[in-house]
Structures are given as C-alpha cells and as structure tokens.
C-alpha cells in the first residue's frame, strides 16, 4: 500500500472552463490515473483544501469530484484515514502509444530545478487588498506612459525598504523599475557600450542567460574564477580589458557561497581605482537561514556599483518587477535607454507593490516563507544524512538551493537516472562558464519550487538516485 503523495496536479492539466467543467476535468484525470496504474490501490490522496490550493481552484469543486468518485467505486472515504484510491479500483490496462506519448509530453512528475519560488503560496488574498487600495488612491497620471524610471510611489518606498534590509543607498532618484533582471541587462548591455566598455567579467559560475545578454550586447566576457571565498575578485586587476564586473557576493549561485569581506573590499578598490562598475545581482537577498544577512556590496560605495534586485524569488517570477538602484551618473543614460526601448512594468502593478510594501506585507510574507524554506532544507539534510550519508550538502545558509557534493564522475549518471524517475534536475556542470576550468561534479537542488504536496514525493525521487 502506498501511504506517501506525490505531486498530482503537474499531471492534470486542465483545460475546461467553469465549475462544472472543473470538476468533470478533474474526475476524468483521476479516474485515468487509476486506470494507468499511476495512482495504485490505497494510495492516500491530499485533502480537497490541498488539492483546491495546489491547482488554484475552488475547495467544493475538488471535494465534490472526490465525492461523486466514492460514489462511482474508484475511491474510499474513512474518518481519520483521508481519502484513497479503492483497493477494487479498475486495474491497469497496459500502455497504448497514444499514452505513452502523452505521459513524455507532460513533463517531470517531480520539478527541484533552481530558480523559483513556491509559486501556491503567492499571498494572493493580500495582494489582492493592496491592488484594491492602489487602484482607489491611484492619480490620474498612473494611467499615462509615465516617468521611465517608475512610479514614484514604489521607488519612494523601495529605498526605504532596501536601506533598511539590504543596507543599501537608495535615493528614489536614483532606482529604476524594470521588468525584473533580464530587462536591467538588456538597458545595462548597450550603456555600457556607449561609455566604451568592452570587456565585462562574469564569475566562473552563473546563468548562460545572463551571459547571453550581455555578449548580445557586443560585450566580451572574460571568466573570473570561483572558490570556496567567492569570486577571486583580486584577479581583476590583472584583467586589464575589463570595464565592468557582474557578481552574485550575499550568495553566489549557484555555488551558494558569500563574497570573503577581503574579496569585497578588493573588488570595491578596483572599481574605484580603474573607473569600473560593479553590477551586483542580489536575487535572494532576503533570504538567511544559518547567519547574519551580508549587506548589499552597493553600501561600500554607490557611485561605483549598480545593485540588481526582484521580487521573483520573494513574490513570483510572474510579475515581472525588479529595479535598480543605480549610480548617480547612469541614472540619466538607463533613463533614456528604458524610454527609447520599453517601460514593460505595469503602473498598476508598481502601485499595487508600493501599497503591498508599505502596509508591513511583504515583509510578513518573508518572513513566512523564511520559515517555510528552512524547514525544507532541513528536511533536505535530514533525509541526506539518513538515506546517503556519504552526500555533502553546501551553500544552504541561505536562497532557496542548495548544492549536493557527488563522487568523481558521476553527474552526468545520476542525471539520466534523474530523469528516469521524472525528477527534473539541474548539474553544477550546467552553470560553468564556457572557459572555465573543469570542477567538481554536484547537483543544484531547488528545494524552494515544489509544492507543499510534491515536497515529499520529490524528495523521496531524490534520495533514490543518489549514489
């Protein structure tokens, strides 16, 4: 018998509308589940109020569909034991083509890719009061194209949110709004060729993306190496083409390892002794577990850093919100590039996160999801050290990953059998830059991405293909 869930809903796929097509939709998943043999007899399945949360949909739509399917026979309902496949169920019927094509079409059962946030718990109840709010209070001129820069209502708040946090110098002058990292370095690319930059250093470790967009821009990216201290910040000086560096140092990903303070000291003096700029990436900033937060490296010196930040690992991806708090003398330059190219965040939307902001509940949803995520990762540790012992586990005092140390070799092998359970999964190899020396093999665990539901199945899918 099986007593343990594993994410369901990334297997449902619904496409109907209303409530009655919901639950038929539902019901029709369900009862082919069963007939598939992806949900065995006595398998227990999550309460309707999971379910409905995991799937976004109404409570009484997911308690009815169970209702009607104990009535039809294909489930049973016992107080205190929940609600499980029926032991008399319809066995399974062996896999035709159309089938198996449709099961390799629907992706992993079990996602622990980095990256994002576990997007059920978006506090949709309170964003929606504070978008009720923004939008009563909102003037006129929130409904024009409006400043470049941003509302000014979010920039106002946003510097006293960062100053206080992050530590960061953020006159409402001086930040941005963009539609999250990947618009900060499309406008961060071209200015930085305008003042005939040419050459920016990346550390040995990071998202292509990022990469991309900046050699995109014309820009070479020569590799800055990583170690256990961060990145070797003081082989910049050698590096004499480079008129910029981007850096990841409260927590470099996806290595997880803070930037040495000798290491920030060293890459503050070379900006400052070469007229270079630091783009500092602080995509989790928020997030400590283990350790005092490290302030932002903008606080050492604003006129020589740009500090990067979003919402997408504190909210969700989806709202496409981030900024920039810039040095006084770019201000004008990314100002002009925004205004040439595309404003991209909505008004309402800036408006609805000022309000959120400054209500107290984002800072209460933080909180809540610190919480949340550390005791994840602890459940991470604890069944490593329980199930394989000989796995060591870094770069987890802070953000939602961590990094899963394997023998010599074998990376590329516990992928394969990653995929075979349909665990998706990322190496360490995945995020090496191009010219970078070869290193260790590791994986790189979201633990923050699955739901509350799926956390279990995914950490079991885990534990089985380790070495």
Request: glycine content about 12%; overall charge positive.
């Amino acid at each position: 018998m099986t007593d343990s869930w594993a994410t369901f809903g990334a297997d449902l796929h619904l496409e109907t509308t209303g409530a009655t097509g919901l639950r038929a939709g539902l019901m029709d998943a369900l009862r082919e589940a069963v007939r598939t043999g992806r949900l065995v007899p006595g398998t227990r399945l999550p309460s309707s109020r999971g379910l409905a949360a995991d799937l976004g949909i109404a409570r009484n739509t997911v308690a009815d569909a169970y209702a009607e399917l104990v009535a039809e026979g294909w489930l049973t309902a016992r107080q205190g034991s929940g609600t499980r496949v029926a032991q008399r169920a319809e066995p399974r019927r062996p896999a035709t083509r159309t089938t198996r094509a449709r099961a390799v079409r629907s992706g992993p059962v079990h996602n622990l890719l980095g990256g994002s946030p576990d997007l059920s718990t978006f506090p949709r109840a309170d964003w929606l009061k504070a978008s009720r709010r923004a939008l009563t209070a909102a003037p006129n001129d929130a409904f024009g194209y409006g400043d470049p820069r941003g509302r000014i209502e979010l920039r106002t708040v946003l510097a006293g949110y960062l100053a206080r946090v992050r530590g960061v110098y953020a006159d409402p002058e001086r930040i941005m709004i963009c539609a999250g990292f990947v618009q900060a370095m499309k406008l961060m690319g071209p200015v930085l060729r305008k003042r005939r930059v040419r050459e920016v250093a990346v550390e040995s470790y990071g998202l292509d993306i990022h990469r991309n967009l900046l050699s995109d821009a014309g820009l070479r990216l020569p590799c800055l190496p990583v170690d256990g201290l961060g990145a070797r910040t003081g082989e910049l000086a050698g590096m004499r083409g480079v008129g910029a560096v981007l850096m990841t140092p409260a927590h470099q990903f996806p290595t997880g390892v803070p930037l040495h303070p000798d290491r920030r000291a060293a890459a503050v003096d070379w900006a400052r002794g070469t007229g270079g700029l630091i783009l500092e990436d602080d995509y989790d900033g928020e997030f400590r577990y283990d350790r005092q937060p490290v302030g932002a490296l903008q606080g050492l010196d604003p006129e020589r850093v740009v500090h990067l930040g979003t919402t997408s690992k504190s909210l969700a991806p989806g709202l496409r919100l981030g900024w920039m708090v810039l040095p006084e003398s770019l201000v004008g330059e990314v100002a002009e590039a925004k205004g040439m190219s595309d404003w991209s965040s909505s008004a309402l939307d800036q408006l609805t996160l000022a309000e959120f902001m400054g209500s107290g509940a984002y800072d209460r949803h933080v909180r809540s999801m610190r919480l949340r995520y550390r005791h994840r990762r602890d459940q991470l540790v604890a069944a490593l050290a329980e199930r394989a012992p000989d796995v060591r586990v870094s770069g987890m005092a802070a953000g939602l990953h961590a990094v899963l140390e394997l023998p010599e070799g074998s990376e590329a092998s516990v992928l394969r059998a990653a995929a075979w359970q349909g665990l998706a999964l990322e190496g360490i190899s995945r995020f090496r830059h191009p010219d970078a020396a070869p290193g260790r093999d590791a994986l790189v665990i979201g633990y923050g991405t699955p739901t509350d539901s799926a956390w279990a199945g995914a950490l079991d899918a885990l534990c089985r293909v380790l070495p």
